[in-house]
């Protein structure tokens, strides 16, 4: 058996492990803050530092002889430049231009791959997670922002310059809320974590009654999307009430993809989906509710099955793809 | 070179050509009105007559002997089960589990396939239309109602229970005017023939200044969205406006594909083409305002190169690849 190492890369951390070539078992799983702020050579520095440590630590813990180890799988936030490995853009982290691959696979001294961090998510999750042995999947990753990865047949869908998939700017309310990316009415600007927050600290501001102040000792700003997912946890009626209506919103746009693509599974990945039951739920009703009944009957709406580790070991499948031609 | 027959079944007209197996003419075109109304066996006569009397007069004036003439292809609105040949359900034409492919094959003596209609249109402006050479379609079809179709590599794509594309009830306002379907916001209820009409008529009882109820003698109820497009040719300013808020709501639905799909073209197809640039123009610079620029900067947004035959020269492009494989 090869080991491979996959590296997910996000605006806040970066987080590596050590993967079965049948992705199997994750070993090694290390993590440290991006600081883009610091430039990219003190990221890239941190990645090699974070590779290093991940096949040193699978050796020692596992027993895996670091030989084994012969590739390395990035996923990084985009557009990208994928033949030629390079990251054309990253407002979040201040990258242009940058050929992450090669300069990786040099500082390590492997064989290097590079693809969009939501598409390696949601590939991981079709090769070893929720969406496995599905034909037809379409994923949305919920966090700071929205990303979004299709796989058709096995294969990660590109479009025609390779940047398929952005689902978190999909409008679903065209004189809506307004979003980072300049427009009115994207599903990012409804139910990524930050807009989550956003709309429960407008409530609260407005006389909403709920314990969330309590829960951040009267600094509104501290509240984000998790807290808002404990306190509807502990039953806090105005944090459920959020929740259900992040499921309304993630259902317009669940509903357009399912409307189009005609999926047999949607995965949904990141930290919205500790929320449970209480956003599936309401999120599966919404959906069945607004799309197509012959398309909604064969369609599973999941959580993802591999928290934290997602893009990781869908790095290592894109590396395998990307470098091998199969997965 | 041998011909295959085309048909294209809408609500309102039935539609029939007899076409060359290499796209390169259509003769015979015929239609009929559908008058779905008088039961499926009226219209499957309608069919067949239309049928004969196509290949009658493509032997008449091109001097193609009917021998040559090997199969039907036909486009139905759905959902269908293509396998079995059978529409399972339209509440259009009040047709349920009917096995129209073998129905018509039998009726006309040769062997059929049978294909969604709005997948057919596109799937002509695929093969000999405004996409031709694209790899990446997303196709619209603008009436009654607004459908859609994919084609990928040159292969219609289905999804997962054959009904992917359902581009007309994707949700551009979740909390927008009410569709048909029973949801609220689809792109239809804003974009459709009748919805164009509708939102010119709402106007026009409100107070608007225009010339449109001149037109029809002033029975706003006879307003169509032809009847819309042509005032708005003439300058008249209220029209304009119809069409430039038509493109905004069409605009944020393809941003919504642009972004999801990535396609190196988006086809348009429909009555609603008349309108020109009048709607192409601020339509493109809708999707440019919304969509990722990576993924505008390389799709095409063309109005259809086939008005009135799309359907029937895909409906025997999607014979060619159900019977013989290949297109």
Redesign the interface.
Known sequence: MRYLVGVDIGGTNIVVGTVAEDGSAVHGVRSAPTLPEEGPEAVLGRIARLVQASIAETEKTAGIARERVVGVGIGSPG?LDRDRGVV?LTPNLGWRELPLRDLVSEAVGLPASLDNDANCAIYGEWWVGAARGS??VVGLTIGTGIG?G?V?GGKI???????????G????????RRCKC??Y?CLEAYASGPAIAARAIEGIETGAETRLPGMVSGELSKITAQTVYEAAKANDEYALEIVRDTA??LG?GV???V??????TVVIVGGVTTAGDQLFVPLRGEVK????K??V???SIVPGELPGTAGVVGAVATFKNQVWGEV
């Open positions: 557009p054309l034909q037809y979004g299709i058709i869908y590109y479009g025609t310059s390779g940047v398929a998939g952005e689902i700017h999909t409008t679903i309310d065209s004189t809506g300049g427009n009415g309304k919103f317009a509903a357009n993809l409307n189009i693509f005609n999926p047999d509710r607004r799309a197509f012959p398309a009957d064969r369609c």
